[in-house]
Nanobody, 121 residues
Framework: VQLQAYGGGLVQAGGFLRLSCAFSGRPFGDYGMAWFRQAPGRERESIAT????????YYPDSVKGRFTISRDNVKNTLYLTMNSLKSEDTAVYYCAKDDPSVPGPFIMDYWGQGTLVTVSS
C-alpha cells in the first residue's frame, strides 16, 4: 500500500486549502481512511475520519464546521477541504489507512509522507 499526500502550502488566515491523498496497492474502497496532523512540538492528532463508503465521517471540535473529509473511490483519492484556516492549523498533515482486522475505533496501519500546511496570520 502506498499513500501520497499533496496539496499543502502557505495560505493566509481565513483562507482555504484542499489536500489530496493518492492511494494505491489495494482496493481503496475497502478501507476507512483518516487525516492526521502534527504541529511543531505537539503530538499527532486525528482531525477527520471517513468510512469505506464515505457515509460516515467524524471530526474533533477543533476543526468541525471548517474541515471536510471526502473520498472518490473511483479515483482512489482521499481529500481534505479546509476552510477558515487559522494560524493554529499550521502543521504537517498526514493521510492514513485504517486496519480493518482490528475491531473498534480506527487503528491506522499505513501512512502517507505528510504535506506541510502553513497558515500566516
Amino acid at each position: 500500500v502506498q499513500l501520497q499526500a499533496y496539496g499543502g502550502g502557505l495560505v493566509q488566515a481565513g483562507g482555504f486549502l484542499r489536500l489530496s491523498c493518492a492511494f494505491s496497492g489495494r482496493p481503496f474502497g475497502d478501507y476507512g481512511m483518516a487525516w492526521f496532523r502534527q504541529a511543531p512540538g505537539r503530538e499527532r492528532e486525528s482531525i477527520a475520519t471517513i468510512s469505506w463508503g464515505g457515509g460516515t465521517t467524524y471530526y474533533p471540535d477543533s476543526v468541525k464546521g471548517r474541515f471536510t473529509i471526502s473520498r472518490d473511490n473511483v479515483k482512489n483519492t482521499l481529500y481534505l477541504t479546509m476552510n477558515s484556516l487559522k494560524s493554529e492549523d499550521t502543521a504537517v498533515y498526514y493521510c492514513a489507512k485504517d486496519d480493518p482486522s482490528v475491531p473498534g475505533p480506527f487503528i491506522m496501519d499505513y501512512w502517507g509522507q505528510g504535506t506541510l500546511v502553513t497558515v500566516s496570520s
